[in-house]
């Protein structure tokens, strides 16, 4: 069966930091492009960062440019999202994401709560 498992979110006030991540199981994680997407209260869900398979490349939403970065081990079939500089506006629930071509697997979400 196919797993993401996010794991790391909580309570943090503004400008501090959190490091997400997503255990992935059940298929051939080093081929999958990966992605983290977030969902606010009332707001559709939107891509806040991805990264390739193979040559590790990263693009990034406007809104988080700079302050969080994606990364992966393929070797431990895990990818992570480091989030510095957090306000108030990243809250939201943050999900992981596996696409490749017609394939997609979502994880269950975890959520990141900015506030004082």
């Known amino acids: 069966q196919v797993q993401l498992v996010e794991s790391g979110g909580g309570l943090v006030q503004p400008g501090g930091s959190l490091r997400l991540s997503c255990a992935a199981s059940?298929?051939?994680?080093?081929?999958?492009?990966m992605s983290w997407y977030r969902q606010a209260p009332g707001k559709e869900r939107e891509l806040v960062a991805s990264?390739?398979?193979?040559?590790?490349?990263?693009n990034y939403a406007d809104s988080v440019k700079g302050r969080f970065t994606i990364s992966r081990d393929n070797a431990k079939n895990t990818v992570y999202l480091q989030m510095n500089s957090l306000k108030p506006e990243d809250t939201a629930v943050y999900y992981c994401k596996a696409n490749r071509y017609a394939t997609t697997y979502w994880g269950q979400g975890t959520q990141v709560t900015v506030s004082s």
């Open positions: 990264i390739s398979s193979a040559s590790g490349s990263t």
């Open positions: 059940g298929f051939i994680f080093s081929i999958y492009p």
